[in-house]
C-alpha cells in the first residue's frame, strides 16, 4: 500500500530513539546524533523488538561478526512494521548489502563517511518512515462512536464493524475508518475480519506518550482501502497490564488520524471505559429482543448516561429482528415499553450472512451485500451520521 512520505528536510533527530549495535557508535552522539535517544543494544535484541521502540536502527558492520549480521537483518526482515535500518561499514559483502536493501526501509552507508552524510542518510530513513497515517487535515473534525453490548453476544461486534465498513465505503478515500476493538484481553474483531491482530500496548507500560501519529502504523492492521483495524494480541492480562493513558492516548491520536473511529467497547466498566466513552459523539448500546437483554439494556444506558453525566444518551439498537419469531418475543413496541425509551434503530436478523460473514473473514457488505442487515446498518449510519456531532454533548440533545 502506497504510503504518504515526508521530505527528510520535515524530519529531525531530535527524542528519537536509535538502537545502536556496535560499541564505537556511541561517538556520534556528539554530532549526528545529538538530541537523539542513543541505547547500546544487541544484534540478539532485534529477535524480540517490540514494535515502536525504536526509530532507527544503526548497526556498525564492522563491530560484528557475519552469522550476528545476517541474523539482524533476518530478524528485522521478519518483523511487522520494523524501524528502518541504517548500516555502517567498510568492505561490506555483497549478500549481506543485497539483504539490507530488500528491507522496507534501510540504507548503507560505506565508510569512510562524514558526519553529514551519516546525518542526511539518518534523516532520509526517517522520513521515509514518516507518518504512515497522516493526521486528518480536518484536524480535531473527527467523529467517533462507541458500540458496546447490554449482554454477552447481542452483536456488538458485528455492527461495529458493518457501521466502520459502511462509513469507509461512504467515504471513499484512502483510511478514513479506524476500527479499534477495546476487548483487549480476547477481542474477536480481527477473527471476523480474518486478520492477525498485532497491537500490544502493554508494552508501552508507563510511556503511553510515546504512541503518536508516525507509529500508528505499529499498531494498525490495514482492512481495506478506507478501513484499518488496531486488535490486540490475545494476552489473558491485558486488562490488568495495559495502563489507562496507553488506551487514551491511542484513541486520541486515531482520532487525530482518522475521520471515523469506531470503537467497540467491553461492556465491564475498566479504568478508562468512562473516558473512552467520553470521547465519543454516538454510543450505542446493542441489545437482542429479549426481555434480560432489554432490561439491561435500559440500566446499562442509564448507567453510562450517569456516569458520564453530559448529557448524552447512548442510542440503544435492537439487533437480530427476526420476521417470524420463534417462541413468545416482545414486539417493538412492548420493547420500547420496557426499555422506557425508544429504540433508535433496528437490525434484522440474518444468521445465513452473518456466519458466513465470520468464516470467510470480512464484513456482511463484503461477503454478503444483499443482506437485510447491510440494509439496516446503511440506514442507521445515514440517520446518526447526518446529525451533527454530539462532540460537547451538554449543548447537544
Ligand atoms: N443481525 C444478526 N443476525 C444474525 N446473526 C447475528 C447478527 N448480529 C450478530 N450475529 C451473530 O451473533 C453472534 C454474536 O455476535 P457478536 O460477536 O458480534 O456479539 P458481541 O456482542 O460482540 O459478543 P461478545 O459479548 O462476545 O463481545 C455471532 O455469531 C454473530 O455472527
Ligand atoms: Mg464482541
Known amino acids: ?10 524530519v ?3 527524542g528519537r530513539r536509535v538502537l545502536a549495535l556496535g560499541a564505537g557508535l556511541g561517538a556520534f552522539s556528539q554530532g549526528p546524533l545529538a538530541g537523539a535517544v542513543l541505547e547500546p543494544g544487541s544484534a540478539t535484541q532485534l529477535e524480540s523488538l517490540s514494535p515502536g521502540a525504536y526509530d532507527l536502527v544503526l548497526i556498525d558492520a564492522d563491530a560484528w561478526d557475519a552469522p550476528a549480521l545476517a541474523a539482524a537483518v533476518k530478524a528485522l526482515s521478519s518483523m511487522r512494521h520494523a524501524p528502518p535500518l541504517l548500516m555502517l561499514g567498510e ?10 536493501l530488500r528491507l522496507e526501509a534501510a540504507d548503507i552507508l560505506e565508510a569512510p563517511f562524514t558526519p553529514e552524510q551519516l546525518s542526511t542518510a539518518m534523516l532520509a530513513l526517517l522520513a521515509e518512515a514518516q507518518p504512515t497515517v497522516a493526521p486528518t487535515s480536518s484536524g480535531g473534525e473527527s467523529r467517533c462512536w462507541g458500540v458496546t453490548g447490554a449482554v454477552g453476544g447481542a452483536g456488538a461486534t458485528t455492527i461495529a464493524i458493518e457501521v466502520a465498513s459502511v462509513l469507509a465505503a461512504q467515504s471513499g478515500k484512502d ?3 479506524c476500527l479499534i476493538d477495546l476487548n483487549l484481553a480476547d477481542g474477536a474483531m ?5 486478520c492477525t491482530p498485532t497491537t500490544r500496548l502493554a508494552d508501552f507500560g508507563q510511556a503511553a506518550d510515546r504512541i503518536d501519529a508516525s507509529m500508528m502504523h505499529a499498531l494498525v492492521t490495514p482492512v481495506s482501502k478506507g478501513l484499518d483495524l488496531i486488535a490486540s494480541v490475545r494476552d489473558a492480562t491485558a486488562f490488568d497490564t495495559v495502563g489507562r493513558d496507553a488506551v487514551l492516548r491511542m484513541l486520541e491520536v486515531a482520532c487525530e488520524c482518522y475521520e471515523w473511529v469506531i470503537l467497540d467497547i467491553p461492556r465491564h466498566r475498566r ?6 466513552l467520553s470521547g465519543c459523539d454516538e454510543v450505542m448500546v446493542i441489545s437482542e ?16 448516561e450517569d456516569g458520564l453525566g453530559t448529557g448524552l444518551r447512548p442510542r440503544i439498537v435492537l439487533n437480530r429482528l427476526a420476521s417470524r419469531m420463534f417462541g413468545p418475543a416482545p414486539s417493538m413496541t412492548e420493547a420500547e415499553k420496557a426499555l422506557q425509551r ?3 434503530a433496528g437490525i434484522s436478523s440474518d444468521w445465513e450472512a452473518a456466519a458466513a460473514s465470520a468464516n470467510l473473514g470480512g464484513p456482511i457488505s463484503q461477503h454478503r451485500p444483499k443482506s437485510k442487515i447491510v440494509k439496516d446498518v446503511q440506514t442507521l449510519v445515514e440517520r446518526l451520521a447526518s446529525q451533527p456531532a454530539r462532540r460537547d454533548p451538554a449543548k447537544a440533545a
Open 12 to 14: 529531525s533527530i531530535e
Open 91 to 100: 568492505n561490506l559483502p555483497a549478500g549481506l548489502v543485497r539483504n539490507v
Open 175 to 177: 483510511r478514513a475508518v
Open 190 to 194: 480481527a477473527a471476523y475480519l480474518g
Open 289 to 304: 429482543l429479549t426481555v434480560p437483554a432489554l432490561l439491561a439494556a435500559r440500566a446499562y444506558s442509564d448507567e453510562i
Open 342 to 344: 425508544k429504540a433508535e
Open 1 to 10: 500500500m502506497p504510503r504518504p512520505k515526508s521530505s527528510p528536510l520535515d
Open 271 to 276: 479504568p478508562w471505559t468512562l473516558d473512552a
